[in-house]
């Protein structure tokens, strides 16, 4: 039996094949979901999932976006699917750091007010 991830892998390029979308983004998105699944373990596997999935899915559409910035002085990434990997596995990590950063505010300025 395959991996999940192969599986995944060649699900996303059938797919990609089937209805003429990027083949390229859709692996790159697919990796970088497959990576936040991975490399969050504390989180449960439902959370993991859906979270993962919401990765692959952003990942691939900003996958254009991210192929045209230049951050630094470095880029543009003309390959699509590394900027898809980019977009996937940084999106939800960047809105999760910043849904925290909301809450441990609004609990300090709670204990201030009270």
Known sequence: ???PSTTGIVVAGAIGAGLMINGEAAIGAL???????VANAELSILSRVTLSLVSVIVGYMFAPVVSGMTVFGVGPIDLPGPAAFIASSGVITAALAAIKA???SVA?????DG
């Open 1 to 3: 039996m395959a991996e």
């Open 31 to 37: 990796c970088g979901g497959v990576v936040y699944f």
């Open 102 to 104: 909301k809450r441990a």
């Open 108 to 112: 300090t300025k709670g204990e201030t």
